[in-house]
């Protein structure tokens, strides 16, 4: 059986409360929010960690799992975290990759 799914299929068996099987491997996934921003969601414990520490300590602030910023953003963010091990899957037109 494939792991992929579509975000039709992915909402479904979010909905019942399975497991998504792509996000084993990744630690955020970038997806576009509208014509000007990306969504970052933070998907493992060791990022969530990360991040609190690098942002939300600093500034004093709490983030949830997701938060939106420009492209600029997104990427500057994402190679820090990439520097550091952590793995992201983009959602795009053509799919999902991870890098």
């Known amino acids: 059986m494939s792991t992929d799914c579509t975000r ?3 909402a479904l068996l979010a909905g019942a ?5 792509h996000h084993q491997d990744c630690d955020f996934r970038l997806d576009r929010a509208d014509s000007d921003e ?3 969601t933070v998907l493992s ?3 969530q960690a990360w991040v609190r520490d690098e942002l939300c300590y600093p500034l004093g602030q709490s983030l949830g799992g997701s938060f939106k910023v ?3 953003s997104a990427d500057r963010f994402l190679k820090q975290a990439r520097a550091r091990g952590f793995r992201t899957e983009f959602v ?4 999902k990759d991870l890098f």
């Not at 409360?17 to 099987?21: N, V």
């Not at 795009?92 to 799919?95: P, S």
């Open 8 to 10: 039709t299929g992915e």
């Open 92 to 95: 795009g037109t053509g799919g």
């Open 17 to 21: 409360g399975y497991p998504l099987p």
């Open 70 to 72: 420009d492209i600029l």
């Open 45 to 47: 414990p060791c990022a």
């Open 38 to 40: 990306w969504e970052i």
